[in-house]
């Protein structure tokens, strides 16, 4: 790839990642206008777009759409096509049917189709290309995610001037299962174009590690490692690469002050009463996806209710799984068993004045999972494996009273921060069962002191000090490593 001409009018601070960080809302006249993304990287990096003069490249999320760019709130955004053909095999393909299930522990089974390959290499170089017609001189560009990994080597190669970071938000997987992937030359050689790469555990940096020293051959030393590449003019460029964890978290502001709302506070009393005012509440929220372990958590629930240990008079499980990548097989697949499971099970056990799961596929404004989250006695996080998992902390945050109980998978990066969750391994349906009641049936002081103790942990680290964390990190190894002359 040539290098590309530094823009006069470019952005001093860039973010690249799949999707851009707004919706569309098309009312019924079909006037469309757009609404900012909730989720916490996007305001996380709301005052830094501010304050730094910053641009956001991504996808708005339709196919065969060429949008020029435009302002929206805080954001200067960049819209990058996709075509139709482009959604099937970049996204909903090599990105959610090979890398997706590769990197959660094979939970489904990864696909390999070297179509899919092709069209993850060009929209990549889409991506780096628009990040790098969009960055001024010197400029920091951060790129986010498993579907871009290939961007940092190639926007380097376009723009050597700049400084790239790179966050994973999934896990990283060990070698035995990252060497199945047949372009895995390629996909470190990517990442490794990065001045910084963060991932959210200390395991998943070490995997990365582990597998750039096997297949690039170049060993990290205290997390640093020296990259080199001959330019088109004939000379060497040097620089390091660092990767460490930055464990990501929520936006805890935003949360605290819907939990303090009185209309919050009084829909979560709401919730309650239309449920009959059960004496436990058990949530779970999550996409429908299958590394989210909900089918383990249903079986879970239906065996305590055919044991007798809970009752639909005492309790119910809200479960929230808001609808995701409807295109993909596994997931249609995922979507069968769990209906059918839920279906079963209250088939068997409801009344006609009560319902054992009450089964949501919807999304929902977050100030109604905030309601959900004051209204649930019991927060069960089942992931069969999950880069961070951040309804974990959202519940936490929301937990102003310091009451209720999270039963939390080990397999979550979350995991690793909120030790005083009951932790469980959902696989283990006795272990699951056993840990549901325990919360259940924890004494109040037990619940109070766990969750005071979640609540420090998630107050003092929220997704503002992970972003500055990041970029403080990411700017002073730039200092350091760039432009070392090579020997
Ligand atoms: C995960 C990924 C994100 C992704 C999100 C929603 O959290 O780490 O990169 O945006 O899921 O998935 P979707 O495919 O709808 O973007």
Known sequence: MEEVTVPRDGYDFVVVSNRLPVDRDVDEAGNSSWRRSPGGLVSALAPVMAQRDGAWVGWHGAPDETLEPFDHDVFHLVPVMLSELEVKRYYEGFSNATLWPLYHDVIASPEFHRTWWYAYRRVNERFARMAAETASQGATVWVQDYQLQLVPRMLRRLRPDVTIGFF??????????????????????????????????????????????????????????????????????????NAGSYPISIDVDSIKELADSPEVQARAREIREELGNPET???????????????????????????????????????????????????????????????????????????????????????????????????????????????????????????????????????????????????????????????????????????????????????????????????????????????
């Not at 209720?404 to 272990?431: K, M, Y």
């Not at 766990?450 to 503002?464: E, F, G, W, Y």
């Open 281 to 487: 509440i058990f949530l779970g929220v999550d996409r429908l996806d299958y590394t989210k372990g909900i089918g383990h958590r249903i079986k879970a629930y239906g065996e305590l209710l055919h044991d007798g240990e809970l009752s639909v008079a005492d309790s119910v499980l809200i479960q929230v799984a808001s609808p995701s990548r409807e295109r993909v097989d596994s997931y249609r697949q995922l979507r069968e068993l769990v209906e059918g499971m839920v279906g079963r099970i209250n088939g068997q056990h409801d009344t006609i004045s009560h319902t054992a799961i009450r089964y949501l596929h919807h999304g929902y404004p977050f100030e109604e999972m905030v309601a959900l989250y004051l209204a649930a006695d019991v927060m069960l996080v089942t992931a069969l494996r999950d880069g961070m998992n951040l309804v974990a902390k959202e519940y936490v945050a929301a937990r102003r009273d310091r009451s209720g109980a999270l039963v939390l998978s080990e397999f979550t990066g979350a995991a690793e921060q909120l030790r005083q969750a009951v932790l469980v391994n959902p696989h283990d349906i006795d272990g699951l069962k056993e840990a549901m009641l325990y919360a259940r049936d924890m004494p109040r002081a037990e619940a109070r002191k766990r969750m005071a103790s979640m609540r420090r942990q998630v107050l003092t680290h929220d997704v503002v000090d992970w972003s500055q964390r990041f970029l403080a990190d990411l700017a002073g190894h730039a200092r350091a490593g760039r432009d070392t002359p090579a020997d």
């Open 168 to 241: 994973n938000h999934i896990p990283f997987p060990p070698t035995e299962i990252f060497s199945q992937l047949p372009w895995r030359r390629a996909v470190l050689d990517g990442l490794t174009g990065a001045d910084l790469i963060g991932f959210q555990r200390p395991g998943d940096a070490q995997n990365f590690q582990r597998c750039v020293r096997k297949y690039l051959g170049v060993q990290f030393t205290k997390g640093a490692a020296q990259f080199s590449e001959s330019t088109a003019e004939g000379t060497d460029t040097t620089w390091t690469v």
